[in-house]
């Protein structure tokens, strides 16, 4: 028979659906509320790093990794330093616009 058969759901799908969240997100979501508020105290302009040190500071100990995880599901930045971010492609164009003027 051709055509688009139904899916049938296992019965783990709504037993996942239905089960409250677990300690870990509920945490989770405790400490992302605590680096945004920490990352909009500072003018937005920590990056991970200093949130980290930040909450260390403040008697909250957390893994850096975990505050960079948290900071880029929440989609915070900070202050880059330095100006630009400059990638490979241009510098790539520049060689190839020198090399054609030099033919």
């Known amino acids: 028979m051709l055509g688009v058969e139904p899916i049938a759901l ?15 997100a509920v945490r989770d979501e405790c400490l992302k509320a605590e680096i945004i508020r920490l990352w909009k105290e500072n003018c937005e302009v920590y990056r991970a790093g200093k949130v980290w040190l930040e909450l260390n500071r403040q008697g ?44």
């Open 10 to 24: 296992s019965p783990n799908y709504f037993a996942a659906k239905s089960r409250s969240a677990s300690a870990l």
């Open 60 to 103: 909250i100990s957390l893994a850096r990794c975990t505050v960079e995880q948290m900071t880029r599901d929440l989609a915070i930045q900070g202050v880059r330093q330095g100006g630009k971010i400059r990638t490979q492609a241009r510098a790539r164009t520049a060689r190839i616009a020198v090399a054609m003027a030099v033919i």
